[in-house]
């Protein structure tokens, strides 16, 4: 077996013995032209936290409130409310108002807001028109039903809708069913519209603002809320002698709550289990306390059957 040999060729292999040269020149901290900085010391027995993370935005909770009640009585009615909703679902509240039924149907409508406090007629227009859902509704003194109560000043003569032929009278709202629909199906059942038997009619936008017209003498007669009425009375019991029922409708399915159907199943599910519980927890107990409510319920469409044949009956929503 022949042996190999090696032969270095010192000419050639110059070049490479530089480079190992300076190599080793570097590696071994001679060459103080390019000697490298010392590395910093890192005491690892030395621990801090890591830097807080702003949390992402969180998108509020909207919930729109028909002015079934002014703005005023609205803010300080509902207030405690969203409070505590803010607190059970994590997340702040933004409580949106608007001057007409028409315009918080519309909110839902374009799924701006996520929870909507309605009254009856609108939750109907909402569910034929663009499939308005419910979520629950309030049970008060043990009832899922409210009324549509006809009033006038204490000292007014009327008895009944036909004596107040001639009169002024105060709507709530175009879309209100209690405030609107319902006395002019009993104008209708007299064989007139509200335009001919009424010598003047006016909007007031919320029952709490019909109610005072009507306390106040700006207008003769007025039909509101039960519900709205029983709690401004105990609110203010002196109104109690500056106004009188003269007639009150047969009971109808409750103001719902009701969502838009564009949210998530999920979050709506969430919703109606924080809403059906509040009565088993002492601080919505509280709340409800505070806005007159027994608890929240499960309700259904058919529960509003009346309301939506007598509405059509009218010639709908306006």
Not at 161 to 184: C, E, H, N, W
Not at 263 to 292: C, K, N, T
Request: net charge negative.
């Amino acid at each position: 077996m022949k042996s190999v040999r090696w032969r270095l060729d010192t000419r050639r292999s110059w070049p490479l013995l530089g480079w190992l040269l300076l190599a080793s020149l570097l590696l071994s901290g001679c060459f103080p032209l390019v000697r490298a900085a010392p590395l910093p010391y890192i005491d690892l027995d030395q621990r801090e936290p890591l830097p807080a993370i702003a949390p992402a935005q969180v998108r509020p909770l909207r919930i729109a409130v028909a002015a079934i009640i002014s703005p005023q009585g609205t803010a300080e009615s509902y207030s405690d409310l969203a409070a505590y909703l803010s607190e059970k679902v994590g997340r702040p509240i933004e409580l949106i108002q608007r001057r007409t039924y028409a315009e918080v149907n519309e909110l839902v409508a374009q799924n701006q807001v996520d929870v909507a406090f309605v009254c009856t007629s609108a939750y109907v227009d909402g569910h034929d028109r663009f499939g308005m859902e419910l979520l629950v509704a309030p049970e008060i003194d043990g009832q899922r039903v409210y009324y549509s109560e006809l009033i006038v000043p204490r000292a007014s003569p009327a008895q009944s809708m036909a004596d107040l032929q001639g009169k002024v009278f105060a709507f709530t709202d175009p879309i209100s069913f209690s405030g609107r629909v319902y006395p002019t199906y009993l104008v209708q059942q007299l064989g007139q519209t509200p335009e001919h038997f009424f010598r003047r009619s006016f909007y007031t936008y919320s029952h709490d603002r019909a109610i005072e017209a009507v306390a106040a003498g700006v207008a003769d007669g007025a039909a509101v809320d039960s519900l709205v009425l029983d709690y401004a009375l105990k609110r203010n019991p002196s109104l109690s002698r500056r106004i009188r029922v003269i007639h009150r409708s047969p009971p109808f399915g409750i103001p719902p709550v009701v969502i838009p159907p564009e949210l998530p199943p999920r979050q709506a599910a969430d919703l109606r289990d924080i809403f059906l519980a509040m009565d088993h927890d002492p601080e919505g107990r509280a709340v409800l306390s505070e806005l007159g409510i027994d608890r929240f319920v499960v309700v259904q469409d058919e529960d509003y059957t009346d309301v939506r044949q007598l509405t059509q009956m009218v010639g709908g929503v306006q």
